[in-house]
């Protein structure tokens, strides 16, 4: 056999037993400028690596045999809670996706952010409540 395709068949034996992409913790700060309080909400995100094949060699490859992959959901369900202290006129909710799933796959930037950027600031700017979840 050709060691390139040897060598493409134990890449992507691989990359099955390596990618450590699991859902993770993470605590969501929410809040909204008519309501009175900010909410800690503890939710799951796909977190982890996922393994890359991105070769030296790229013009003896073909494309199909490259990919950049990264740690996404495969399912998830959406919550909803209450922001407390909010006024009559503020619709109060906010819905976010929980992590049940995850796996590695190409990102599609339709609906993802795909490019790993500084983290936003994720803290409180009013009183803390913690969510019922």
């Known amino acids: 056999m050709h060691p390139i395709i040897l060598m493409i068949l134990f890449g992507l034996t691989v990359e099955q037993t390596t990618s450590l992409c699991a859902p993770m913790e993470y605590i969501i700060h929410v809040e909204k400028r008519e309501c009175a309080y ?13 393994m890359t ?5 790229k013009k003896l490859l073909l494309q199909s045999a490259l990919s950049q992959n990264v740690c996404m959901y495969k399912d998830l369900v959406y919550q909803t809670v209450r ?16 992590a049940v799933s995850c796996k590695c796959g190409k990102c599609n930037t339709d609906y993802s952010d795909c490019v790993q950027e500084a ?13 019922n979840m």
């Open 38 to 50: 900010c909410l800690a909400i503890n939710t799951t995100i796909c977190a982890g690596y996922c």
């Open 83 to 98: 922001i407390p202290g909010c006024s009559s006129h503020t619709v109060p909710f906010y819905s976010y996706p929980v």
């Open 53 to 57: 094949r991105d070769s030296n060699g």
């Open 119 to 131: 983290i936003k600031a994720n803290y409180c700017t009013k009183p803390q409540k913690p969510s």
